[in-house]
């Protein structure tokens, strides 16, 4: 699969493989992350979440990693599809703070 | 049934303009949200309310005025456009019961405001 140790503001992937997205979170003091999937021309919307009790978590053909020491997030796609070409956001929380505070995006491209 | 929906989608104007983008979510939440994503793809909120009343308001300029109806409805007026406005501004809601933490929010499509 492809990856990326740290952020990156683009990832290539070739269909087929798995692909891994980072972040990096700012506020140790944030207690829920969610990942977001922005299609072109759409509003963000939910992928997964996962709060700081946890340091794993999966989905459908999708992972979330939560290393609360290094203030770490990723999001791995299994078997990424054409339709996985997006841009990905990871986003934090803080406990009873309305604002959902969000990353620099990551635009992924599925190579066919 | 769209979740979250916005108008206009596509909005230019010249300078100096005021113009409006209308917001109404048929979600039941409690907590409306502005959010400007600018040409780097970055999102930040700009306001917030929660039943009718301002929770959040960011660093934005005065320019920018909020207006919430009711709970469904969240507007976004700017006066005296400036060609640095040029964003797309996304309207979103959650739940309540300590705001975002206990749910995901719900995006609208989006408005894409151009000033020439």
């Known amino acids: 699969g492809e990856s990326v140790g740290l952020h990156l503001p683009t990832l290539s992937v070739q269909e087929g493989d798995n692909s891994i997205i980072n972040c990096a979170y700012s506020?140790?003091?944030?207690?829920?992350f969610i990942w977001y999937k922005q299609e072109s021309g759409k509003g963000p919307q939910f992928i997964i979440d996962i709060r700081s009790n946890m340091d794993k978590r999966q989905g459908q053909r999708v992972t979330v990693l939560l290393n609360k020491t290094v203030k770490h997030l990723s999001l791995q796609i299994a078997a990424t599809q054409p339709g996985d070409s997006a841009v990905y956001f990871c986003a934090e929380n803080r406990p009873n703070d309305y604002k959902l505070s969000f990353g620099a995006g990551t635009t992924v491209t599925v190579r066919a | 049934d769209t979740a979250v929906s916005q108008t206009p989608k596509y909005l230019v104007t010249q300078m100096g303009n005021d113009k409006s983008i209308k917001c109404e979510q048929n979600l039941g939440h409690d907590t409306m949200y502005w959010y400007k994503q600018d040409s780097k793809k970055f999102l930040k909120i700009m306001f917030s309310?929660?039943?009718?009343?301002?929770?959040i308001n960011e660093t934005v300029p005065n320019r920018f005025s909020p207006k919430s109806p009711d709970k469904a409805h969240l507007n976004l007026h700017i006066n005296s456009l400036e060609l640095g406005d040029s964003a797309v501004y996304f309207c979103?809601?959650?739940?309540?019961?300590?705001?975002?933490?206990?749910?995901?929010?719900?995006f609208g499509e989006g408005s894409r405001l151009t000033v020439l």
């Open positions: 506020n140790s003091a944030s207690d829920y």
């Open positions: 979103a809601s959650s739940t309540t019961s300590g705001g975002p933490n206990t749910g995901e929010l719900f």
């Open positions: 309310y929660n039943n009718k009343e301002l929770i």
